[in-house]
């Protein structure tokens, strides 16, 4: 490309200048059209420059502008991600020239016409990936490309290349459990009573979690109610060395940086494949130096999986990795057909765990037994333990309250939390508009009241379940309440739970009106 | 999806500002981190917005500023392409909400994942597309989905689709010839010299032409050397009504405006299918309203078309979208092993076209005959002309002074050119480096060389060639000579030529290093 032919000193270079724009996770550039090194004409089919100062090198995308309060004719605008990852000083002098793709690229090009990777190819895409040298567009091409078919060659080498090219941690102890569940249920914050119960056994279980992307609250979110979550590695290690366990946001800690590109730009796109889902998860936790891991796969009509047959070919995809990567896997499918526990929202969760795990008489006993049920599956990994002793264990370190002092001892191991933790004071509650027994309940509504309503930004906001599959209820009794923080999202809240209230009461709808003539 | 619940008056509106960011073809708008109607925090994982007035409505992606001088709380910052696809003045006020992906996108998921396209979902993407509601994300995903096959009846619904996505010409004469060399090879400016000849003999023939966008020189660059090209529809048609042809740029006649999106982040991504060659070719001679359409692959090791077999495969899907739509195509294949014509580079390339037509007797032969052999196939279409006479009813317009006037006229009714037209002034003769034959030259590196040196934006910048495969050169002697405007352009072409000259002398050198040993 003629691009690599300008990369030359005999251009006068250009004054560093940041510019407040948050790109996201892409760098973001911006020259003047009166730039005294560059014509932006040239750029006219390159949308990518190469910033270089010494040795250091840096992508962008190249935006031109004719501001000169922006950027001056012998300066370049650098977005902040760009400014940050750069990581020189304002008024340093930079080179600039038309950017080449990477290289890695080719091999992109190649697998869109039908040819597999090699894995040196995945090597080169997730090395240039994590150092920021595709473009949002590029990243969609890689994973678009793969979305379509990925051999069983591909997906082990991309799991190995996404599981070196951050943080690798290690532990003392050869035996370290995890669990991991693949979302999409409302509540359902197991971790944060399994980690404290396998902890207190003796297990390690260093637990990081994400916060929430689409959905109303993340483990980090809600963990983030009771603790400081934004800890750095050596921090996290401290509490896991101090606690056995521990319930960190995986932010800071940068395990598989390559799967928060990936997702960052699937979630814009809303692809989500069998083999990315595994590559993302296993990568972590081959990073994360687990050695045994349980996946919690939950299956219902409106849970990420609909049915056993999809679930079962994901069941295979992560036992197939795990045994190649030698981490022992276990996959089980739960039920996935309404929210676990009675709290949707970081405050309201995290108001359940506390309850099951102080053994209050009113505490979610779906949430209770979940986690139970998760517990002695990695307890059972412990060779000391009697097989099939694993459940009664869980019980015991549960009901004795094992389990709720180890949960203090990693909070106090994290730190004091500094966000706000009261129930939103505004609510509403919504009724049944007809007798009779729960039938279904929409956890992907659910979901989005939460969130209407300020979840999980706004902690105390959410939804408190009051009816769950099953119950019985009359005409004008409250299904659920939605709490707010603000006024306005509440209204919002309320208008969509009128529309749909996520909540079928009697037979379905759909045959409701089969039986009406 | 939550961000459809959000689109409410209960938000207070933020006013119009404009931004000075060109954006390339991207909507793109700014909004302070502080904004008095949008908490930006909700908007993570919502690049994407939508703004509404009235009934107005236009996607864009976001970027989030701390910058008050660059947009206040109470205010959106709109980008240059979407300040002039949104048409409201600055000030007005404008409600802003997140924005769920256009619903055309769900076919795209499906086609990615093995589903084709039923041809109501292709009417609705680029319906999308056209309407800039695609972010460059999206495009691309779409672009990769069909890169990896594409059946006949998305092909044909894909063209159908695209070309009446803008203007549609139509012509009083049934019979409208055009021609169209799918480019990669320097020089190879037939189409100014077929287009007078054609239109000489009182065919019609509207010739529109692309700027150059990875080339030195597209032909609208080269014509605008010699007039304007830069004409609106209406004008188009008052000089084919005068003249019979033109050679005008595309840019403002708005033919297939789909295409020139899918072709920008082709670009981007260097991806270029053989059906999607079609579908961009196809669409524009639709909707330009062509019936008869010549087109010319060249085939060479540095061309687009390597060899036969690819060559072969592109004729047969020319020759089939041509027969569904009743347009006659005829698809012949070319001597691509290196440039056309001496000159590379607008000034260059168009003083080898008024060689040629003025039968200057140092005009370049190989363009000439090219020229007639594309200009005698298509004034066979004349069936007043008797079969077989094409070729010499073609030389007599050219040799008789005939194609000349008509050049003339057609550039009178075009109006004059405004740019500069001297051949650059600076220049510098890149010699043999060995006595021996001409056995290679590369025209992928000749265009990298020719655009170094400042070509398309410098008008005379560019390459004279010397020599032609087959031509002895003793050492020393100059193989061409590269011209430029300015200094410093000249001195990086030069230094990319001494590293690579473009040019084999001798045996390739792959088997020279063979027989070293």
């Not at 295979?316 to 739960?334: P, S």
């Not at 706000?420 to 659910?446: K, P, T, Y």
Request: glycine share 8%; net charge neutral.
């Amino acid at each position: 490309m003629a691009p690599n032919d300008k990369r030359d000193d005999s251009r006068p270079p250009l004054r560093v200048r940041r510019v407040s724009l948050d790109t996201g996770r892409e760098n973001v550039v911006v020259i003047s059209r009166h730039s005294s090194a560059l014509r932006p004409e040239i750029f006219r089919g390159f949308s990518r420059v190469e910033l270089r100062r010494g040795s250091k090198v840096v992508l962008a995308t190249l935006l031109i502008t004719d501001d000169d309060g922006l950027v001056g004719s012998d300066e370049i605008g650098l977005s902040e991600p760009a400014f940050r990852r750069f990581a020189e000083p304002i008024g340093s002098l930079v080179t600039v020239s038309p950017a080449a793709a990477p290289e890695s690229l080719d091999a992109v090009r190649g697998k869109i016409q039908g040819r597999a990777f090699e894995p040196a190819e995945i090597d080169a895409i997730i090395r240039d990936l994590t150092h920021y040298r595709y473009s949002d567009m590029e990243v969609a091409a890689f994973l678009i490309s793969s979305a379509s078919f990925m051999t069983s060659r591909e997906l082990l080498a991309l799991v190995r290349a996404m599981s070196v090219a951050g943080t690798q941690l290690k532990w003392p102890s050869p035996l370290v459990v995890d669990k991991h569940c693949i979302g999409g249920i409302p509540g359902n914050r197991t971790s944060m009573i399994v980690v404290p119960i396998v902890a207190a056994h003796g297990l390690t279980i260093p637990k990081t979690s994400s916060r929430a992307i689409t959905s109303p609250a993340g483990t980090a979110d809600t963990m983030e109610v009771l603790a400081r979550v934004d800890v750095s590695v050596d921090e996290m290690k401290e509490v896991v060395a101090a606690c056995r366990g521990c319930l960190v946001w995986g932010g800071h800690v940068n395990l598989s940086p390559a799967d928060d590109i990936l997702i960052s730009v699937e979630r814009q796109l809303c692809i989500d494949t069998g083999e990315q889902m595994v590559a993302s998860i296993m990568s972590k936790k081959l990073a994360a130096g687990s050695t045994r891991l349980l996946i919690d796969l939950p299956v219902g009509p409106t849970a990420k999986l609909a049915n056993a047959t999809e679930a079962m070919r994901l069941r295979k995809l992560f036992e197939f990795v795990g045994d190649q990567f030698g981490i022992a896997v276990e996959v089980i499918t739960t039920d996935g057909r309404q929210p676990i526990g009675n709290g949707i929202g970081p405050v309201l969760e995290a108001a359940d765990v506390m309850a099951v795990l102080a053994n209050e008489t009113d505490a979610p006993a779906d949430l209770r037994e979940k986690s139970l049920r998760l517990a002695a599956h990695l307890l059972e990994y412990d060779p000391q333990l009697r097989g099939g002793a694993g459940y009664a264990r869980a019980r015991e370190l549960l009901d004795g309250g094992a389990a709720l002092k180890k949960m203090q001892e990693i909070i106090d191991a994290q730190g004091p939390s500094t966000c706000r933790n009261d129930v939103g004071r505004l609510s509403f509650d919504v009724q049944a508009a007809d007798d009779g027994a729960i039938s279904e309940i929409d956890c992907l509504q659910l979901n989005r009241l939460a969130r209407t309503a300020g979840a999980p930004i706004d902690k105390g906001a959410g939804i408190r379940l009051f009816r769950k599959i099953g119950d019985r209820v009359e005409k004008g009794q409250p299904l659920y309440r939605i709490h707010a923080y603000d006024q306005s999202e509440l209204d919002l809240a309320v208008a969509a739970a009128t529309r749909n209230s996520g909540y079928v009461v009697g037979a379905r709808q759909g045959l409701a009106v089969e039986t009406a003539p």
